[in-house]
């Protein structure tokens, strides 16, 4: 059964503290892997997609990375305006296979 | 250029009752997907539609869950008789043609709750 692990669940930084979002997944035969930002109370929001190992991304103070076994989403110099709750997920299986398996998320909060 | 369209926003049901919950996809979006999200988990996926096609159902309890996605109007998720275990927020999200699931773009949620 293809799994996403997300670590930590929540992460408390400064305003200006780097640091690294852990996404750990076991998929057979993996065809994406995507990132979304959600805010309380709304609807998931794109933010990457990444489709093989060694890929990178970036976004304003957001990067994505992607190995075999797992996703990193690194921010650089956080402001308060990046607290929200991170969601990986994988798109998996044979082709025609359009479901998302979504991790449970971080929860980021950054301190001004 | 509206986004993905959600109502309601709350919905509140007594146990037995039936619950409605409307989608409407962005314009020129072809595809529809349904997910939960319930208490401290993550989201799951329950159905992914096409126009009059149920094309992935396998998220989909097998019983007092339905979904359509009729040539005109929304998308709708039915719950008959709900029961407390279904309370939960429920995502829409679509995708153009073409490329389904290469960029879902979801709407706000319903927020179901059974007493």
């Known amino acids: 059964e293809d799994q996403v692990t997300q670590s930590p669940e929540a992460l408390r930084l400064q305003e200006g503290e780097s640091s690294s979002l852990n996404c750990s997944y076991t998929v057979s035969g993996l065809r994406g892997l995507f990132w979304y930002r959600q805010d309380p109370g709304k609807g998931p929001e794109f933010l990457f997609t990444l489709y093989s190992a060694g890929e990178e991304k970036e976004k304003e103070r957001l990067k994505a990375t992607l190995t075999k076994k797992e996703s990193f989403l690194h921010i650089t110099a956080p402001k308060p305006e990046d607290s929200a709750t991170y969601l990986c997920a994988v798109q998996a299986g044979s082709q025609g296979a359009q479901k998302l398996v979504f991790g449970q998320g971080t929860r980021l909060t950054i301190n001004p | 250029n509206a986004g993905v369209m959600q109502n309601p926003r709350h919905l509140v049901r007594r146990r037995g009752q039936e619950a409605r919950l409307r989608c409407s996809p962005m314009k020129g979006h072809s595809h529809v997907y349904w997910y939960r999200q319930l208490p401290e988990e993550g989201l799951k996926f329950m159905v992914y539609?096409?126009?009059?096609?149920?094309?992935?159902e396998s998220g989909m309890p097998k019983e007092r869950f339905s979904a359509e996605f009729p040539k005109e109007g929304p998308s709708i998720l039915r719950i008959q008789q709900v029961v407390r275990g279904d309370s939960a927020a429920y995502f829409c999200?679509?995708?153009?043609?073409?490329?389904?699931?290469?960029?879902?773009?979801f709407g706000s949620g319903t927020q179901l709750s059974v007493l």
């Open positions: 999200a679509s995708s153009p043609p073409g490329r389904p699931n290469e960029k879902l773009f």
């Open positions: 539609l096409q126009k009059e096609n149920i094309i992935d």
